[in-house]
């Protein structure tokens, strides 16, 4: 493992402790959220009631259904040549925020409860088919404030109110069939209206609450609004209780062998900080790495330098004439190897032809051959100044 994985992997691990760390030690945020979920401890969740189901509800056997009121009802409905039947009876129990059944399963249990049967219903708005057929329009009072009160209509019962909030507004029966109909409940804010009521439906009848909230926790663990609850439930009819789970969020648990760490929002966030940091590295490590290339030095041309030693202690002793000699030969040799010319005699033939072959200017080439003649020719003590002379006239020819 490279230095680079390490320091990456080591910087990750520290944000992953430090979030953790922090996130553990502030104080959790209340969740709000009215999700009506029975495995949800938040305030506007149903763990409690869920857990004192058996006990709010009395005697009666509950069944918990975590498929549509359509598809468990028309499973049990035994076609007849004449009339249908269902195979069970008893009482469909809903309760959420919206009750969002869809309009097939309102049809079954409209027909579920012409049968006999009892459908209660606790929610805070209801379809338009629902409204149609038991003949009833809500409304909601926008004004609603925190001390507004709930209380049965029934003395055996007795006559308490209760604190019950329902999100800042609270929906009301505007209207009703009064003659299939029964009040069973009131809400008190400016003015006094019904929220709980009982109506016929053919052999049946539906038991409608408008205050959902009273079965959360936040209402079943404070103070005696309990008890409200329980009055609420007593009018459930003896017998078998079927409760529609499927509109309540977080009904079923996951299984997910994430989901311990998705319900922990430290370790959710921890867990999708490792995957970005996972992501960006990989970006960056994408691309192939590849070794470094050595820098080879070429091999010294032992001869070049040996000749600048040479050449050095010449100049160094003075010795201009042999200096001059041995450039002379070089060039010669070079004309010789370069451009096959005969060098022995340095005539106007030979300054033609390194003047065609080469392609110098016959004026350098000429002053060149002038140069070395004159010198073969004196045989006198050169000094700095003709050596100079003589290798910038070649130097023009060569280069």
Known sequence: MSKTIKIYIAILVLLLVL?????????????????????????FGMYVFNKESQKLLKNDSIEKINETPYEFLDSNYVPDSIVGTY??????????????????????????????????ISTTSVPKIFKDSLKIELDVDYSYQSNSYNWIQNPKLGSQKYKVIEEGSASYFKSFDTINTTILGYQETDSIRANFIKTKFKNGQFIVHLQPAAFTNFHLLKSNTYQYTEKV?????AGK??????????DSISNSPLRYIFSQPALKWAWYLFLIGMVIFML?????????????????????DFTKTIGNLYYQEGDHDNIIEKKIIYFLEKIRNEYLLDTQKLDESFILKLHQKSGKEESTIREVVLLITDYRQNKHQSVEEDLIKI??????ILN
């Open 241 to 250: 209780v079927f409760w529609f789970l499927k509109s309540n969020a977080n």
């Open 87 to 120: 195979q069970l009876q008893g009482t469909l129990l809903s309760i959420a925020k919206n009750a969002p059944i869809d309009d097939e399963s309102w049809k079954e249990i409209f027909y579920f409860v012409s049968h006999g049967n009892t459908a209660f």
């Open 284 to 304: 960056f490590n994408a691309k192939r790495k590849q070794r470094i290339v050595p820098i080879i030095e070429p091999l010294p041309n032992l001869t070049v």
């Open 391 to 396: 290798n910038n006239a070649i130097e023009k």
């Open 233 to 237: 439930v007593s009018y459930i009819p």
């Open 19 to 43: 979030i953790l760390v922090i996130d553990y030690n502030r104080p959790k945020p209340i969740d709000w959220r009215p999700t009506y979920g029975i495995n949800d401890k938040i305030p």
